[in-house]
């Protein structure tokens, strides 16, 4: 059986004990992200969620000397999140390997960062580069900042091989995502947002809707989300505070967010 950890989620447990693999980097924080929240006499609600593309990524380096060698790779390292992972990564000592998985217009694509040169697979012969990568490093770990597109295949051809892994990718159908990581033997974080602030934010909002259901109802909600011109789909974290209010009372579908773009 697998440990699955859904942030902000409680960590989803099997059955039986297991021991936590640890996986020594902290969650990034995303710079100009904000979420703010107004209450009115007329009882509406606005939540505003904003990124702006510059974004950094923290690994912690309490604990370098078991950092180093370890290696990552990092599929979707064309983007800008992938990107910036990649170079935390390389500044707490971690090893990124030379391959990693793209999308078929990637493929062939060399990715440089902090002098390592980072070959780019499209969708062909995807298993059998991951498994030769996985052989040749034992102790990877794979971190996913793809596509919403390919959140379930990438997460069934993860568990498929048996390595563990870390989901930024927003979309797909998560309740599948979910059975299949919790059926397979793999390790995996699954977060919609990796900003430590935001997490612990929605793991409140979680804790009020469960203790409190139904409190908000007859409130109007309004959702105004803004991201760089390049996000594909309505974030993790607008899905999430929906989700929330939702069991609070508050009455709203995903296609009345209003969508922007911060370039």
């Not at 974004?55 to 910036?84: W, Y």
């Not at 993860?158 to 309740?175: A, I, N, Q, S």
Request: aromatic residues 6%.
């Amino acid at each position: 059986m697998a440990l699955m950890v859904k942030l902000p989620i409680n960590a989803a447990l099997a059955t039986q004990q297991h021991k936590i693999m640890p996986i020594p980097w902290s969650c990034g924080r995303s710079i100009g992200r904000n979420v703010s929240i107004n209450v009115s006499k007329r009882r509406n609600f606005m939540v505003a969620t904003a990124s702006t593309p510059a974004q950094s990524v923290e690994f912690a380096n309490t604990n370098t000397s078991q950092n180093v060698g370890l290696p990552i790779m990092v599929n979707g390292c064309t983007g800008k999140m992938g990107r910036a992972v990649l170079e935390a990564a390389i500044s707490a000592g971690l090893h990124p390997v030379p391959l990693a998985l793209g999308g078929p217009e990637d493929n062939g694509k060399i990715v440089d960062v902090g002098g390592k040169e980072i070959e780019i697979h499209g969708m062909s012969q995807r298993e059998d580069i991951l498994s030769s990568v996985l052989n040749e490093y034992p102790n990877l770990i794979v971190v996913d900042y793809t596509v919403p597109a390919a959140v379930n295949e990438n997460a069934a051809l993860y568990c498929k091989v048996g390595v563990p892994f870390v989901l930024g990718t927003t979309g797909g159908d998560r309740e599948l995502l979910y059975k299949t990581v919790a059926d397979s033997n793999v390790y995996a974080v699954i977060s919609p947002q990796m900003g430590k602030q935001v997490v612990a934010f929605l793991a409140a909002m979680e804790i009020m809707a469960e203790q409190f259901p139904g409190a908000f109802s007859g409130y109007h909600l309004q959702v105004m989300e803004s991201h760089q011109a390049s996000k594909l789909d309505v974030s993790g974290t607008a899905k999430a505070i929906i989700s929330c209010f939702q069991k609070l009372g508050v009455s709203f579908e995903l296609d009345q967010v209003r969508l922007g773009c911060s370039l």
